[in-house]
């Protein structure tokens, strides 16, 4: 059965988890990335893929939109940290720092993330750089969400990396989509204005997120 937008929602419980989860996502833009989720995994059959897992906010959505929908999530990330997660810059966390060996991890914090919130089950760790493990991964994709690293490699990198996975009419989700230089930095934005030139549709905006169509060819 095909649900309506409305009904697309997480339960009371899941929203909990989100909310109390470390993270940068707004509230609002995880919604529309859960409802884009359960929409393209719901019709494909297919998993949805995150770039950028950080300590685990928006994997719960989309894990429980795997479980929704029967099928899994996967999320990337190599857990060190991006740029601005660094010592010494703005979104660093000094608590995610392994003490024995001095760099940022955050996998740990990722897996008692899920734990609470008791979707485990519905995820699929892959513990690497975004560019490796595309080149490795064989599967299509009901669904891409671009929320890694921020500079124009690593954003563009995931961009070339991923989309070719997609299903055909799968969904791209891109995160920090800022036309104006003056509220973020512009590496998604123009991640996002090369998937409109190379076909994709624009389907919904909410803040800073951008949910894309792959055109059927």
Avoid: K, N
Avoid at 70 to 89: I, K, N
Avoid at 102 to 121: K, S
């Amino acid at each position: 059965m095909t649900e309506t937008r409305e009904q697309t929602v997480p339960a009371p419980e899941v929203l909990a988890a989100f909310t109390a989860a470390d993270g940068f996502m707004p509230l609002d833009e995880g919604l529309a990335l859960y409802a884009a989720a359960v929409e393209a995994a719901g019709r494909t059959g297919l998993p949805v893929l995150e770039i950028g897992t950080y300590c685990g906010r928006s994997a719960i959505l989309l894990a429980d939109a795997a479980r929704r929908t029967g099928t899994v999530a996967l999320t990337v990330d190599h857990h060190r940290g991006s740029e601005e997660q660094q010592p010494g810059w703005e979104y660093h966390d000094a608590s995610l720092v392994d003490p024995q060996v001095g760099l940022m991890d955050t996998l740990p914090r990722f897996r008692r993330t899920l734990h609470a919130a008791g979707l485990e089950q519905h995820v699929i760790a892959l513990v690497g750089r975004s560019p490796q493990v595309a080149a490795v991964w064989g599967g299509r994709l009901a669904l891409v969400f671009i929320d890694g690293g921020h500079t124009d490699e690593h954003a563009t990198g995931d961009y070339l990396g991923w989309a070719p996975h997609l299903a055909e009419d799968g969904l791209l989700v891109v995160h920090d989509v800022f036309p104006d230089p003056a509220d973020g930095g512009q590496a998604p934005y123009r991640v996002y204005l090369r998937a409109l030139a190379d076909g994709f549709e624009e389907i919904s905006v909410t803040g800073s997120l951008r949910v894309l169509r792959r055109r059927a060819a």
